[in-house]
């Protein structure tokens, strides 16, 4: 199968690491800190490649050549990474790094490691990387991958660049997803409904995805309409859509960035996330106030908050039905 080029959505950040890359000028040791999702570990992989591509042009991996797709892969030998196992990094994988320190590279007199997660090592396991860090061997780059770098010791933090991700705007999101070739529409939903560009790209790949997002409008048009199908369609087209807690969450996380959609829509004629319904949207807006709209919205929220407790999923979107056509309809 062919592999598709992910691009990373960081741009500013590879053209830093890019010129340090051109100029030699990495450093040993960096902590890249930011939400699930930012593009740490693509960032992490991208500067790989800039180091073993050999076509590398202006510190710039080509990202098409054999050596870029191993490495994306997983299968350069020289590019070692570590993630946790079980719910920790243990003392024994910061050991099997520190024997990969020492040793010179397989292919390369160049060492690349990248550290998963790691807020998770176990007090020893940090220690013992401290050696490392103090008197880096050779020419090894190694980065650590956290969401808490508050987590990280001291000693770690201070012996390491640190480096933080922010998250991506929306527009940044949806301009990273088209680059990876999502579809504008697709893109412009996904932005907006998830600041994880990991999230969006699983999400733009799942074959029910669209499918979800169709029935979901459809479904909300009905209850516009006070259309008596919604209770069907519930049913009929968007239960078994679903499988597991996570898309459950997903479905919910659907309509409350529908409901928001429709209010910026009634204060700023911002066009809606789903641009295959705008008209549609529209025009069922037309008749209802802005407080049914904010009604609705209040509803959706507290409905998201019911999930916390053990209730059938089914019950609770069945009882949102019946109570959005109230709130529309009297």
């Known amino acids: 199968m062919e592999q598709r080029t992910v691009t990373n959505p960081q741009p500013k950040l590879t053209d830093h690491f890019a010129k340090l890359i051109t100029n030699g000028h990495l450093a040993h040791a960096y902590i890249f ?3 699930q999702g930012v593009g740490k570990k693509e960032l992490a992989l991208w500067i790989a490649k800039g180091i073993y591509c050999p076509n590398t042009q202006n510190g710039r991996p080509c990202l098409e050549c054999a050596e870029c797709k191993r490495i994306a892969e997983g299968n350069q030998p020289d590019v070692v990474f570590v993630a946790p196992e079980g719910l920790s990094i243990k003392v024994d994988q910061i050991r099997f790094l520190k024997e990969e320190f020492s040793k010179s590279g397989v292919e390369s007199n160049r060492k690349f490691f990248i550290i998963q997660d ?3 090592m176990t007090t020893g396991a940090a220690n013992s990387l401290l050696k490392f860090l103090e008197e880096p061997n050779g020419q090894v780059t190694a980065i650590l991958l956290t969401t808490a770098v508050n987590q990280l010791l001291p000693t770690v933090i201070s012996r390491c660049q640190l480096v933080e991700l ?5 527009a940044q999101m949806v301009a990273s997803l088209e680059k990876n070739g999502i579809s504008k529409e697709k893109a412009l939903v996904l932005g907006r409904l998830t600041d994880s560009f990991e999230v969006a790209q699983s999400l733009a790949q799942d074959d029910n995805f669209e499918q979800l997002c169709q029935n979901t409008c459809r479904w909300y048009l009905q209850i516009l309409h006070n259309d008596w199908r919604c209770f069907v369609d519930v049913q009929a087209k968007i239960l078994p859509l679903l499988s597991g807690k996570k898309d459950e969450q997903l479905l919910l996380d659907l309509i409350v960035l529908l409901t928001k959609d429709l209010l910026l829509f009634r204060y700023s004629q911002r066009k809606l996330s789903f641009a295959t319904f705008n008209q549609e949207f529209s025009k069922a807006l037309q008749p209802l106030s802005t407080r049914e709209i904010l009604k609705a919205t209040e509803l959706i929220l507290e409905t998201k ?15 949102l039905t019946l109570e959005l056509c109230r709130c529309y309809h009297g």
């Open 305 to 319: 908050k019911r999930m916390a407790v053990n209730v059938s999923f089914q019950n609770v979107i069945e009882a």
């Open 166 to 170: 922010s998250a991506l705007t929306d």
């Open 33 to 35: 800190a930011g939400p």
């Open 118 to 120: 790691a807020e998770k």
